[in-house]
Nanobody
């Protein structure tokens, strides 16, 4: 089992930055590929970024490339999402997700590939 708790959301202006954190706990938290998804009102939950448990391999949704950076600190069992140049279109509830894997270089980007989810944190960007 892996428990995930997100933090760092808030209300900002367009062009501002936020850093989301996802603290993982549980027996296998250190060997989990991690990802961020987001869900805007009335829309499906969508992929944002993912990272392997080794931390060297990452993958981004096209609209956030160059603006968002995913990283992890395995000593702290925490994954981060640094979000720069925020746009109103980034407004959503952001969810952290985890998938246990034996391969340190694997990452995943489909919702069904992840077994564990956090409760979400709201990000609101106003113009």
């Amino acid at each position: 089992q892996v428990q995930l708790v997100e933090s760092g959301g808030g209300s900002v202006q367009a062009g501002d930055s936020l850093r989301l954190s996802c603290a993982a706990s549980g027996h296998s938290a250190s060997s989990a590929a991690m990802a961020w998804f987001r869900q805007a009102p009335g829309k499906d939950r969508r992929f944002v970024a993912s990272i392997s448990w080794g931390g060297d391999d990452t993958h981004y949704e096209d609209s956030v490339k160059g603006r968002f950076t995913i990283s992890r600190d395995n000593a702290k069992n925490t994954v981060y999402l640094q979000m720069n140049s925020l746009e109103p279109e980034d407004t959503a509830v952001y969810y952290c997700a985890a998938r246990l894997t034996e391969n340190s270089r694997y990452y995943y980007w489909q919702t069904y590939e992840h077994d564990y989810w956090g409760q979400g944190t709201q990000v609101t960007v106003s113009s």
